[in-house]
């Protein structure tokens, strides 16, 4: 007879060959058996009625980045990876965003002396590149993914990110050689700024005007622009917070060619539009939903999950980026009320990602329990080098596992949430089906609305290549 620390009994598991009711055994931090169990074990959870996923994989996260004078991000890495916890997911990928000039090795330090003894669950960085110098290109970038730093994000618009065409393609090619995976932020800078310029002259300055400012065009060119640039490099790439049916026929037509690009979309471009900014009253309301790109209609909601059911979106991550409402360093910084454009970008979504599609998704039987699985914890994992050890329920994976209730239903309440923000955009959206127990590595950190683990016990993990 086996030993082990945790038996889940009779809990319905999400493996990788589908649905089973059975149980689960936990042994030093990873998950050791899975079939009927009649073994010893230090602790026995009873988890009848209740589903057992892997913990979720959030693979789009900021935290803590310098975003302009005078503003500050409403989460440190405590509060994010909280937030996260308590959400359901066990490993998040926040960005070590590059600032101009900055050396690339020196901006990995500084993220992870902002991360360390501050994690609650399992992390690792994606990198920023904004200034792909021939320090950058030719050293940093390939010794840091040679470190486990896989993956980089680089941004087609806003004034401190923005790389030019040139700049874009010189960066695939690194990428090709150091196989690391890109991840574009694909909105057109110059088409933006013309846009605005217009509506400001035209005296429009709400926070509804910044979608108007970047409509689906923008985003459908800068998205067929970076595949034509992926194809031409011959690398993958991920367009990332897809928001509409425009970027998303670019992405379908790429894929139907056999060109290698992946998609991602949020819980914002299934639950917000564009009439949310218009606040009450065109006010500035509005401004607790200007992200970007920005919510769309009701008719890009349909295409989004089009894109969810059928396959062509790989990933669904949170792109939590929190800044506080009522805060002059946050949405209303000095000029936000003078001009969208001053709004900072970003609204939080790191511990309602999960319990938002598995509501909208799985509870309204748009989309199987297995997909949300794929969409949520095992293509992330599988994208960005986490798999096997993230990602899926299996012999040898760390026992990380989210334990949901699919029949609690429950209103999304700023005041219940953990992350530094003050406003949640998705107040009041009910939710049926709740992840009610967080375990990282074995241990349950988060159940019944409760940090059990008060310590941090989230570790940096070091990446593999993508294998997805
Ligand atoms: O508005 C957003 N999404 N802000 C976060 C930065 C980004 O582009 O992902
Ligand atoms: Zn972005
Ligand atoms: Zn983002």
Redo the contacts with the bound molecule.
């Keep these: 007879m086996q030993k082990f620390d945790t038996i889940f009994k009779n809990g319905e598991i999400i493996t990788e060959n589908g649905k089973e009711k059975t149980d689960l055994g936990i042994l030093n931090g990873k998950i050791s058996a899975i079939g009927i169990l009649n073994d010893e074990a230090s602790v026995i959870e009873d988890a009848s009625n209740l589903i057992i996923l892997p913990g979720g994989v959030d693979a ?1 996260v ?1 935290i803590d980045q310098p975003s302009g004078p005078d503003v500050e991000m409403a989460d440190n890495f405590q509060t994010a990876t909280m937030s996260a916890a308590a959400g359901g997911s066990t490993t998040i990928l926040p960005f070590a965003m590059q600032e101009k000039g900055q050396s690339l090795r020196k901006c990995v330090e500084d993220y992870h002396k902002k991360a360390t003894n501050n994690l609650y669950i399992d992390t690792s960085f994606h990198l920023i590149i904004s200034d792909p110098s021939p320090q950058v290109l030719g050293q940093e970038l390939p010794a840091l993914a040679r470190d486990g730093y896989t993956s980089f994000k680089v ?1 087609m618009t806003y004034d401190d990110l923005v790389l030019n065409d040139a700049e874009l393609l010189e960066v695939f090619e690194v990428a090709k050689k150091e196989k690391t995976l890109v991840m574009v ?1 694909a909105e057109g800078y110059d088409a933006i700024r013309y846009l605005t310029k217009k509506l400001e002259d035209e005296g429009k300055l709400a926070p509804y005007y910044h979608g108007l400012s970047r409509p689906q065009i923008v985003e459908r060119e800068a998205t067929h622009r970076a595949i034509s640039h992926a194809e031409i490099v011959d690398i993958p790439i991920v367009i ?2 897809v928001s509409g049916n425009e970027a998303l026929s670019q992405i379908k037509w790429a894929k139907n060619k056999g060109i290698k690009v992946f998609s991602e979309t949020c819980p914002q471009y299934i639950c917000l539009t564009e009439d949310d900014m218009k606040g009450l009253n065109m006010d500035f309301e509005g401004a607790k939903y200007v ?2 790109p920005p919510p769309r209609d009701l008719e890009s909601q349909k295409a989004i999950w089009e894109g969810l059911i059928d396959g062509t979106f790989d990933i669904f991550s949170s ?1 939590h ?1 929190p800044f506080k409402f009522k805060d002059k360093k946050g949405k209303d910084r000095p000029g936000a009320r003078t001009s969208f454009k001053w709004v900072p ?2 609204i939080p979504g790191v511990e309602t990602r999960l319990p938002i599609l598995f509501s909208e998704g799985v509870s309204k039987k748009r989309i199987t329990i297995e997909r949300f699985v794929e969409l949520t914890s095992t293509n992330p994992a599988k994208m960005y080098g986490l798999y096997p050890q993230k990602g899926s329920i299996k012999v040898g994976a760390d026992a990380d596992l989210t334990i949901w209730d699919p029949n609690k239903i429950a209103k999304i309440k700023q005041s219940n949430l953990h992350h530094g923000s003050d406003y949640t955009p998705y107040e009041n959206l009910e939710i049926k089906g709740w992840p009610i127990e967080t375990w990282l590595r074995g241990i349950k950190i988060f159940g019944n609305g409760e940090f059990i683990i008060k310590e941090n016990m989230g570790k940096y993990i070091s990446r593999g290549f993508s294998s997805l």
């Design positions: 789009h900021h941004f932020h990332v917070h992200c970007s792109d980026c970008n970003g």
